[in-house]
């Protein structure tokens, strides 16, 4: 069997295909095609191969994920060197269920950003087309599994950063609930709103790998301690019944005609498979990115406040005193996305601001996710668009961040909820560009978004698209 690097790891777990083939099929594509894509931080050998759930399956882990010994930097140059003394709880995870470690994957510095273009190893490219973004935080991560350099990838979601990038690349990316997946050994963007979660070629892959990596941590204080269901189960092709949400906040001014139309088209395959339409109100989703660019660098200022030149990565040479040590450190470590939000976020927390900014914005957090409480007294699932427009060209936004940061509009508002969200692709623009499906479900209900993509999928030949490389 050829080019085994295109297969679905459900598939070739079905077929028992020979793990060092796999291995070796992966690694060849890497070599056609990494130098053009950029999607890792680090690649590394052909992987040993184990036993286990995955049986040497490759998988690739987002650079903000923790891997013992194994060079972990967020893709930023103030942990150059940083090699993590434990394994993050997923990564353990992974292990014991036989997962073959390909590498690290490319990021936006820290999880800033969008579009992958502020890491401090260089922007990874789409492989729909190599002149735009993958999206972001995880671009690497989705960007691997479009161009088929890894069959499974993890990423993580603080704002859209596993959906919003999946979408863009035409692939399939879950953000769980929040305390589904634990948190330990995740370098934190922001506390009360970072997930991780799987990208995959397929939802049937999602399934499969949200089952090992779910589950109740003790090393985290935010786990929750529920029972994981098999949701390879949830895999039903049937949502007759199924009531389908369609908030008209997600249908804004100024989205792009294409992802409107690609979207509608199928809300209406939903219906035509017998799920019934509801019309909702999210009536706080205009306040979500606010909250958000409040909330995070927050959360982020004080999260960052570690990286210091002291314990572990950069140190600046030279310095003249323990303050100028900072100084410099923080300064020539630091990209400029990530200073503008450890400034924006120490700002909100301040003496004086605390009550204006971020109180406030806590307040409203608290009416967005009552807004989804409501709608799901009505609804079983929710459906929006991903992203509101198909993936930009490099550089187009990145002088421009308000333009920047609207481009998680549509994911934003489920990690101030904490409900999980997919997206899945449903369609490509005139320019042949991947257009996203998002559904979002109540929390710890991933079985209900399971069913619903996995009947859409298996209804249309959206995911059996690639790009050609």
């Known amino acids: 069997m050829e080019n085994l690097h295109t297969f679905t790891a459900h598939k070739l777990l079905e077929d028992k295909i020979d793990p060092a083939k796999i291995s ?7 070599k056609a095609v990494e130098s053009k894509i950029r999607a890792f931080a680090k690649v590394n050998p052909p992987p040993v191969w184990n036993k286990g759930k995955l049986g040497g399956i490759p998988v690739l882990i987002k650079d903000n994920i923790c891997v013992k010994g194994e060079e972990t930097t967020c893709a930023s140059r103030i942990l150059a060197g940083f090699r ?123 399934a499969l790998l949200l089952g090992v990596i779910a589950g109740y941590d003790e090393m985290d204080s935010t786990s929750v301690d529920m029972p994981v269901p098999d949701y390879k189960k949830s895999l039903v092709k049937d949502i007759k019944n199924l009531r389908v949400g369609v908030p008209k906040e997600y249908f804004v001014k100024g989205m792009d005609p294409e992802v409107e139309s690609s979207v509608r088209a199928a809300v209406s395959v939903l219906k035509g498979l017998g799920a019934k339409l509801v019309d909702i109100s999210l009536p706080h989703t205009e306040y979500a990115v606010a909250t958000y660019y409040i909330v995070g660098p927050a959360e982020a200022s004080s999260n960052l406040a570690r990286f210091d030149g002291v314990q572990y990565g950069l140190r600046t040479k030279d310095a003249k005193g323990i303050i100028n040590m900072y100084t410099r450190t923080r300064s020539e470590g630091f990209g400029s996305e990530a200073k503008r939000r450890i400034l924006l976020g120490t700002y909100c927390l301040s003496t004086g601001y605390y009550d204006a900014y971020y109180l406030k914005a806590q307040k409203v957090r608290t009416k967005i996710r009552e807004d989804f409480e409501k709608a799901f007294g009505s609804c079983d699932i929710i459906v929006t668009p991903t992203a509101p427009t198909p993936a930009f060209k490099i550089g187009e936004k990145a002088n421009d961040p308000l333009s920047m940061y609207l481009s998680d509009i549509f994911t934003i508002p489920a990690n101030l909820a904490g409900i999980p969200a997919i997206s899945i692709p449903c369609g490509l623009s005139k320019d042949g560009l991947p257009i996203g499906l998002q559904m979002m479900a109540k929390p710890f209900d991933e079985e209900v978004i399971f069913r619903a993509a996995f009947t859409f999928e298996q209804s249309t030949d959206h995911h059996t698209k690639r790009p050609k490389l």
């Open 84 to 206: 993590p003394p434990y394994d993050a709880t997923v990564v353990r995870k992974l292990k014991e269920a036989g997962a073959a470690f390909i590498g690290k994957a490319n990021m936006d510095e820290f999880a800033f950003g969008s579009s992958c273009e502020t890491s401090c190893y260089g922007p990874t490219r789409n492989p729909w087309n190599l002149d735009r973004i993958p999206g972001g935080s995880s671009g690497g991560s989705a960007a691997a599994v479009a161009a088929d350099e890894t069959i499974l990838a993890i990423g993580s979601d603080t704002g859209g950063s596993i959906r919003q990038p999946a979408a863009l690349c035409g692939v399939v990316g879950l953000k769980p609930t929040y305390g589904r997946v634990s948190r330990y050994g995740l370098i934190a963007f922001a506390s009360s709103l970072d997930q991780i979660g799987p990208i995959t070629k397929d939802v049937e892959d999602a």
């Open 24 to 30: 070796a099929s992966v690694s060849e594509r890497i």
